[in-house]
């Protein structure tokens, strides 16, 4: 047998389910520091800036709870934002770039990143394949706005 076998696979073992968690994964890791680098520039860590920035924490996984959601996500960072919104109960008019020079594996990275700072046991995560599946179909921020308020009457966003 080898020497010290018996202790190392309980390690294995914990190591292995740290990773599962999602907390230590490299898909959250990259969300985090792209979100970082491209968001948290206007959104800061989440909060926002009342009347000029929404926040997000404690929204996206509202927002993604349904395909419709998840699809206007998408949309929002693919192609940006523009106009006046309610969020929170707070009025904001702003205007959003969109992040379409970065990969779908970045988008989706962000997005599961917001979606987990929500605080629910179960958060929606995207995929790539999600992102990929909209690239397509090129938006102005202003349909996304559209997009916005068809999805608010369908379901009522945070």
Do not use: K, W
Not at 54 to 59: A, C, D, E, I, K
Request: net charge positive; aromatic share 6%; proline share 8%.
């Amino acid at each position: 047998m080898i020497r010290g076998a018996r202790y190392l696979t309980p390690f294995v073992a914990g190591l292995l389910g740290l990773l599962a968690m999602g907390g230590c994964s490299p898909h959250r890791n990259l969300g985090q520091a792209r979100y970082r680098t491209n968001c948290g520039i206007c959104h800061h860590g989440g909060e926002g800036m009342l009347g000029e920035i929404p926040p997000l924490t404690g929204r996206i996984d509202q927002v993604a709870r349904t395909p419709e959601g998840r699809h206007y996500l998408v949309d929002v960072l693919l192609n940006g934002l523009n106009g006046p919104l309610v969020a929170n109960g707070g009025r904001y008019n702003f205007s959003m770039p969109a992040f379409r020079r970065l990969s779908d594996t970045e988008i989706a990275a962000i997005l599961t990143y917001l979606s987990a700072s929500g605080g629910r046991a179960d958060p929606p995560s995207f995929a790539a394949g999600d992102v990929a599946a909209q690239r397509a179909a090129s938006l102005g921020p202003s349909r996304v706005a559209d997009e916005r308020q068809a999805l608010d009457r369908l379901h009522p966003l945070p």
